[in-house]
């Protein structure tokens, strides 16, 4: 079916396009949620009430400043990152 107004435009290409973003929306949700499963996982290993991430740390700016926890590793993760406690 084509969409008035629109030349070549279907709606099975409208929906194919939503399910694409949809699709990367969710698995960037995903990532973000393993990242904090991850980080809640390290704050009870070090003995840490609460940890946030350096760039939590940024975007709260000169309200809070956290205790620097140090630089970790997170499995399924690349690299180190700094974390903050608070």
Not at 46 to 67: C, D, F, H, N
Request: aromatic share 16%; no cysteine.
């Amino acid at each position: 079916m084509f969409l008035s107004g629109w030349p070549g435009l279907t709606a099975e290409n409208v929906f194919e396009t939503l399910s694409d973003f949809v699709e990367s929306r969710l698995s960037a949700l995903g990532q973000d949620l393993n990242f904090l499963f991850r980080m809640e996982r390290l704050a009870a290993t070090q003995r840490v009430p609460s940890l946030i991430s350096y760039e939590a740390q940024s975007q709260m700016g000169t309200l809070w400043k956290g205790q620097p926890a140090g630089a970790f590793a997170l499995k399924g993760f690349e690299g180190e990152y700094q974390f903050f406690s608070w």
